[in-house]
């Protein structure tokens, strides 16, 4: 049995990915773990696990040990609220990544993300149920005297999440409601048998922090500080001493000692993983090495009759060929000793579809197009040899990250792409996601709309703020590069207290967006091994990763990028009107030479 003087663990965590919500940054959350000697700390975004990955690992490497849960939307007796499900194991974490996506897949436009309670009891295998508080599934149902269907849930859940391993959570934020529903809690945890545990709802780290996640919360809700008729949050939501909670929950020690007993139930964490690629290798070839390896040079070999040799002429008896060759195995030796065929081969795959079905494609930009590799698999137009480029810009030995293609798609046809791409790879393709942060003048904004400040007012400040996406600038930087903020500041209480709010919610994630270009493409059924997002009302044919590139990276899916490129499409036309008249004429067999053009 673990020591019962164990300190209290804050379970509950809400980072910046609860959005609008937690204002915490995991960077942050270490260095406080790290400086106060945190032994485990529980993650329990709102919705997501879009920080789970990322928790995990910054956690784990100053010595504190992340639990890794979430809470989601319960559907049920109709109610729809949060409960909060952590992983006991790596059973438990694809369960809960089953259940993340769910709530998202299968949400319509007018539903909030939730899942059914069928759902979630089949899928229950090692995870751990939390009731949550008196804003959650559990007590909305109380509040609205429905206890006959809670208790029946209730007992449905036990029957189910055997090994205790659903707990009747008590939480003490000194909130209106909440101490009848604790009265409540804990007659229902006597009459159905059900173990108690104490935990606090943390939504940042400092008692300091109050007012301005106050004004962050408004933010999310567009809604004024002001307001009288709107919900607030006690001031309680901190991290605090493990002392000051031990002594709020002394009287249901069972509630503290399962507290304390939670990290021992949880031995998982998510970690990084090795890059996993759709196998595309044939039978033909055994491999896709193999397969890369006759491509290439069936590939080259075209090449050649097409553009080198002339009157018969063999490719083999070119002058050139021999040096192409050599180019090429070179090519190959370090594309399969990095263990990167199959990313060639898929995007070429994809690229030669696209060709084929008359989507326009871009000839190749950046350091790809020094490959000879992706010339031969007609992925790019470009002979990197003939113009002198270097494949070793684009890919060594020495290189630690992927090779990244960028390719644009005509504007109007790229969708097609995607279409192919989810026939072709079943439930293993998806956007990246995205997160809107509130940076300098985002937050400038935002602060003075939520504290009242009139919208002349707030804009005349934020001009104040250089706008330069190229080479942003923190908020601290432009203040101590600008006299008249720093002027303004001393001079004006509304400006000194619309700017000290404003740094401390600088940089929080402000909404949820999609990543232009970014596509994962894995070699498995992506709910497996990550949570995906899908906003309900998007036209978007695929859904999101709820890892950002980062972490999707990290969790070892490879990014290919599609760009949509409306040159692409005005040029697709432009060659359609001239070959009304030329039948013969193709753009990329323009002379680059004709002196007359």
């Known amino acids: 049995m673990p020591d019962s003087n164990n300190n209290f663990n804050n379970i509950k965590v809400h980072t910046q990915y609860s959005i609008c919500e937690g204002a915490i940054k995991i960077d942050e959350l270490a260095d406080y773990c790290k400086a106060n000697k945190i032994k485990s700390l529980g993650l ?14 910054k956690l784990s490497k100053v010595g504190t040990q992340p639990i890794i849960g979430t809470q989601i939307n319960l559907k049920a007796k109709g109610v729809i609220g949060k409960v909060t499900l952590y992983a006991t194991t790596e059973a438990g974490y694809k369960n809960l990544t089953k259940l993340s996506s769910k709530s998202y897949l299968d949400s319509s436009e007018i539903d909030e993300p939730a899942c059914d309670i069928n759902d979630l009891i089949q899928n229950n295998k090692d995870l751990i149920l939390l009731t949550g508080n008196y804003l959650n599934f559990f007590g909305k149902l109380y509040y609205k005297n429905k206890s006959k269907d809670l208790e029946e849930i209730l007992n449905t859940l036990k029957k189910n999440f055997n090994d205790n391993r659903l707990y009747i959570e008590i939480q003490r934020h000194n909130e209106d409601q909440e ?33 301005a996640h106050d004004a962050l919360v ?75 390896k006759r491509l290439s040079n069936e590939g080259l070999l075209k090449k050649f009759r097409t553009i080198f040799c002339r009157d018969g002429q063999k490719p083999e008896d070119h ?40 989507i326009p494609v871009g000839p190749g930009r950046g350091s790809g197009a020094g490959s000879l590799v992706a010339w031969c698999l007609l992925i790019t137009d470009v002979d990197p040899i003939k113009y002198n480029l270097i494949f070793e810009r684009f890919l060594n030995p020495a290189r630690i990250s992927m090779p990244d293609f960028d390719i644009d798609f005509c504007e109007e046809k790229r969708d097609l792409v995607f279409e192919y791409l989810t026939n072709k790879y079943k439930d293993s393709v998806a956007h990246i996601i995205t997160f809107g942060k509130l940076k300098a003048r985002m937050v400038i904004r935002d602060v003075g709309r939520v504290i009242g400040l009139s ?41 000194k207290k619309l700017i000290d709010l404003s740094l401390k919610l600088e940089g929080l994630n402000r909404n949820v967006a999609t990543h232009a270009a970014g596509v994962v493409i894995a070699d498995r059924k992506l709910t497996n091994s990550v949570p995906l997002y899908k ?26 990028d599609f760009l949509g490129l409306k040159t692409l499409t005005v040029v697709d036309k432009a060659q359609k009107l001239i070959q009304k008249k030329n039948k013969k004429f193709l753009v990329d067999k323009i002379d680059y030479d004709d002196r007359e053009v």
């Not at 329990?44 to 690992?57: K, R, T």
């Not at 605090?240 to 939670?262: R, V």
């Not at 996406?469 to 930087?477: A, D, T, V, W």
Request: charged share 25%; glycine share 2%.
């Open 44 to 57: 329990a975004d709102s919705y997501n696990l879009c920080g789970a990955l990322e928790f995990s690992e």
């Open 179 to 211: 101490k009848n529903f604790e009265n409540y809690l804990l007659e229902i945890s006597k009459k159905l048998n059900l173990p108690l545990i104490a935990s606090q709802e943390i939504f940042y780290l400092n008692q300091d922090m109050y007012e």
């Open 218 to 292: 408004c933010i999310g809700e567009k809604n004024f500080v002001d307001d009288k008729n709107r919900f607030k949050y006690s001031e309680e939501h901190y991290l605090k001493s493990t002392n000051d909670l031990k002594t709020l929950y002394s009287d249901i020690p069972e509630a503290l000692e399962n507290n304390y007993n939670l990290p021992f139930r949880c031995s998982f964490r998510p970690t990084p993983s090795d890059p996993i690629l759709p196998n595309i290798s044939s039978e033909k070839d055994g491999s896709a090495d193999n397969k890369l």
């Open 319 to 358: 002058e050139l060929y021999s040096q192409y060759t050599k180019r090429l195995n070179h090519e190959l030796d370090i594309i399969i000793e990095m263990k990167y065929s199959s990313y060639f081969l898929i995007v070429s795959d994809y690229i030669i579809w696209a060709k084929n079905n008359e």
């Open 455 to 495: 919208y002349g007012f707030v804009d005349s400040i934020a001009k104040l703020i250089p706008f330069d996406p190229s080479r942003p600038k923190s908020l601290i930087e432009c203040i101590n590069s600008e006299p008249r903020l720093q002027q303004l500041i001393k001079d004006d209480a509304r400006v």
């Open 535 to 560: 906003d309900a009302s998007s036209e978007l044919l695929l859904p999101s990763t709820q890892f950002d590139m980062y972490s999707a990276e990290n969790a070892g899916l490879i990014k290919f």
